[in-house]
């Protein structure tokens, strides 16, 4: 079984309701009906009986028994005590657990605010608790030697790994971003063993960052999706699932919604990275810094009165 196949008991850990949102679009028929009725109302779910809950999905008892144990849940009572411990947690961050904190066009700057801080905390709090660190520190070790790293993504998602892979040359590992399928799929291609291909998308559905991981992986190279459903498409080209955890609101689509938890995990790559790599980082960084040095305005006294800090290493 690879990385990608891997699901974690979710109930155990608080995050039994983010691994029902990452499975949602791969359950079907009454799965499904049990799934949705949970997530509408996780606070219900988490007092209901195992009838009521059988009742108010249209199914029955023996189906959320398998719904059970589809998500790796041992019985009902694992399932509420999973739900209850997600509802806790959030209650003590403070947050909406059902994301009624949404916007609506007669809501106040100030409300607006702090609904968006709230959701994405809670997005990137969320990630954090769910991501598979065990599969994370491998792909950083193949990274840190690979020949080149190769990222593939579409429409918004393009610009965030545009962003890592600038800032992955800037420590010295050769990399390339591909947001047009036909030279994508150019450059998949010619990759092979030793080369890695990581794929962002929030859907996991968007066919062409699908397509051009799949050519990447038939020619040998290790590939990585990042996306918030496990049971995509594009988590079934990968040998590593990265995941985040991102709800949508009224005037943001997932794929805006998911952009910092996104940046948390490809910024947790690229430290890991130059960790791996420090010395070889470290000389890399320090000649890019030097070569933009004369493109910068020099300090004045008034503009900075103290002594500048030493830049960090990455």
Same mark, same amino acid.
């Given at each position: 079984?690879?990385?990608?196949?891997?699901?974690?008991a979710?109930?155990g850990?608080?995050?039994?309701?983010?691994?029902?949102?990452?499975?949602?679009?791969?359950?079907?028929?009454?799965?499904? !009906?049990?799934?949705?009725v +949970?997530?509408?109302?996780?606070?219900?779910?988490?007092?209901?009986?195992?009838? %009521?809950?059988?009742?108010?999905?249209?199914?029955?008892?023996?189906?959320?028994?398998?719904?059970?144990?589809?998500?790796?849940?041992?019985?009902?009572?694992?399932?509420?005590?999973? +739900?209850?411990?997600? +509802?806790?947690?959030?209650?003590?961050?403070?947050?909406?657990?059902?994301?009624?904190?949404?916007?609506?066009?007669?809501?106040?700057? %100030?409300?607006?605010?702090?609904?968006l801080?709230?959701?994405?905390?809670?997005?990137?709090?969320e990630?954090?608790?769910?991501?598979?660190?065990?599969?994370?520190?491998?792909?950083?070790?193949?990274?840190? !030697?690979?020949?080149?790293?190769?990222?593939?993504?579409?429409?918004?998602?393009?610009?965030?790994?545009?962003?890592?892979?600038?800032?992955?040359?800037?420590?010295?590992?050769?990399?390339?971003?591909?947001?047009?399928?036909?030279?994508?799929?150019?450059?998949a291609?010619?990759?092979?063993?030793?080369?890695?291909?990581?794929?962002?998308?929030h859907?996991g559905?968007?066919?062409?960052?699908?397509?051009m991981?799949?050519?990447?992986?038939?020619?040998?190279a290790?590939?990585?999706?990042?996306?918030?459903?496990?049971?995509?498409?594009?988590?079934?080209?990968?040998?590593?699932? =990265?995941?985040?955890s991102?709800?949508e609101?009224?005037?943001?689509?997932?794929?805006?919604?998911?952009?910092?938890? !996104?940046?948390?995990?490809?910024?947790? =790559?690229?430290?890991?990275?130059?960790?791996?790599?420090?010395?070889?980082a470290?000389?890399?960084?320090?000649?890019?810094?030097d070569?933009?040095?004369?493109?910068?305005?020099?300090?004045?006294?008034?503009?900075?009165?103290?002594?500048?800090?030493?830049?960090?290493?990455?």
């Open positions: 079984m690879t990385a990608a196949q891997d699901l974690p979710e109930a850990s608080g995050q039994l309701l983010v691994h029902l949102r990452s499975v949602l679009p791969g359950l079907t028929g009454a799965l499904r !009906q049990v799934a949705n +949970i997530l509408e109302d996780p606070g219900w779910a988490s007092r209901a009986t195992i009838v %009521e809950l059988g009742e108010r999905s249209n199914t029955s008892p023996a189906t959320v028994t398998r719904f059970c144990r589809s998500l790796g849940v041992a019985g009902y009572t694992e399932l509420r005590v999973g +739900i209850a411990t997600e +509802i806790g947690r959030a209650v003590q961050a403070g947050w909406e657990l059902g994301i009624g904190a949404d916007v609506v066009p007669t809501d106040p700057l %100030e409300r607006v605010l702090k609904t801080l709230a959701v994405d905390l809670q997005a990137m709090h990630t954090a608790a769910a991501l598979d660190l065990t599969a994370l520190d491998r792909v950083v070790d193949i990274m840190a !030697q690979a020949r080149r790293v190769d990222f593939y993504a579409m429409g918004g998602s393009a610009a965030v790994v545009e962003d890592m892979q600038l800032r992955m040359h800037r420590i010295g590992i050769a990399s390339w971003t591909w947001s047009d399928v036909h030279n994508g799929l150019t450059s291609v010619l990759l092979g063993p030793g080369d890695v291909a990581i794929g962002l998308s859907s559905r968007t066919t062409e960052t699908v397509e991981l799949a050519a990447a992986r038939s020619r040998g290790t590939t990585v999706a990042i996306t918030n459903f496990s049971t995509s498409p594009v988590a079934e080209v990968a040998d590593y699932v =990265l995941g985040t991102v709800r609101t009224s005037f943001r689509s997932g794929a805006m919604s998911a952009r910092h938890s !996104q940046f948390l995990v490809l910024d947790l =790559l690229y430290l890991a990275v130059a960790q791996r790599t420090h010395q070889r470290t000389d890399a960084f320090a000649r890019t810094a070569a933009v040095a004369t493109h910068r305005l020099p300090t004045t006294p008034h503009s900075a009165p103290h002594a500048a800090p030493t830049p960090p290493p990455y």
